[in-house]
């Protein structure tokens, strides 16, 4: 009588095998990622690539992180023998150079950002010494560079 007791005890019961049963089912139907937390968003513009098959650890730093570069550029910059000129202001010199994901950005002393697709990262490497500091943010280097 105790040995049959205890072995029902030990043995799964009709619903837990069939549960078992249909979890196994379940586990190979179902698409990786379902029943997971959703991955952050990632604050890349649309037309970026993006790196969506590594987890978030993995992924490269976004653009607010570290994945550009800048520099100042005090005196007025001649591309192509034409003086730049912010759009929005008019400013021609005090510039800071961004570059950041093979794109080259200018920003005003005034905070006007304007693309500039007549240079690019190769011209910015040639023209920018080796990075005296690194920062977090966009916003802290703007500091570190008295913006
Ligand atoms: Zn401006």
Redesign the pocket.
Same mark, same amino acid.
């Given at each position: 009588m105790f040995r049959r007791i205890r072995r029902r005890a030990m043995e799964p019961t009709e619903a837990q095998r069939e549960f078992a049963e249909l979890h196994a089912q379940l586990q190979g139907q179902l698409p990786p990622g379902v029943g997971e937390p959703a991955p952050e968003p990632e604050p890349t513009p649309p037309t970026a690539v993006v790196d969506d098959f590594l987890p978030p650890e993995l992924r490269v730093p976004s653009h607010d992180q570290v994945e550009g570069k800048m520099m100042p550029w005090s005196q007025p910059l001649v591309l192509d023998g034409e003086m730049v000129v912010?759009v929005? !202001? =008019? %400013?021609y010199r005090a510039w800071l150079i961004l570059a950041t994901r093979g794109e080259i950005w200018l920003r !005003?002393? %005034? =905070?006007?950002h304007q693309r500039e697709t007549r240079i690019d990262t190769a011209w910015y490497n040639r023209h920018s010494g080796p990075a005296d500091a690194t920062h977090a943010t966009f916003e802290d280097c703007l500091r570190h560079l008295g913006r």
């Open positions: 912010c929005e !202001c =008019g %400013a !005003c002393r %005034a =905070g006007h």
